[in-house]
């Protein structure tokens, strides 16, 4: 047992290996390194679930539908609910969700983003999807505008939100 144990971790390394040297050699490698939460492993990943072609997500909205991060609205008469979407791609959900687990601890825009979301009332489980919706939809932008993530950039907009409407009255 111990010697199967031993020749799989080696074949695992050396797949680590090509994985690595494959995935460095694309042309978006710097774009996926500079999102928070992903590495070379789960970047290579994230990369071959979503694929390279720059015009296979004419939008952001196409890019999350795929990926089953977006929100699917069902509504019928006086009853609207809100569920996760059921059709998606398994290996893509589940490294965009460990990446979403990840940013929490890398980044303070994507931690005060889930703490609102909790903060309101919403699960850990659909505070997690909607992070991992809005990361997808800053991957979709950094590869639709050639350009790395930036943190400022990024949870800009929400920060804003954040800010009192009147600071001077407190």
Known sequence: MITVIRALTGEISTLEIEVKAS??????????????????????????????????YTSARARKNYAGTSPLTIASGRKTTVRAR?????????ALTRQAQSTLRASPGARAY?????????????????????????????????????????????????????????
């Open 23 to 56: 995935f460095g050699q694309h042309p978006d490698t710097e774009i996926y390194l500079s999102q928070p939460g992903l590495g070379q492993i789960l970047g290579a990943r994230v990369l071959a679930e979503l694929g390279d072609d720059p015009h296979r």
């Open 114 to 170: 889930y703490d609102t979301l909790r903060a309101r009332g919403v699960g850990h489980q659909a505070a997690l999807r909607q992070l991992t919706n809005r990361l997808v939809g800053l991957l979709h932008g950094c590869l639709k505008t050639r350009t790395p993530y930036n943190e400022t950039t990024a949870w800009a907009h929400h920060n804003a939100d954040q800010t009192p409407q009147n600071p001077t009255a407190a």
């Open 86 to 94: 059921y059709v998606h791609n398994d290996r893509l959900l589940d």
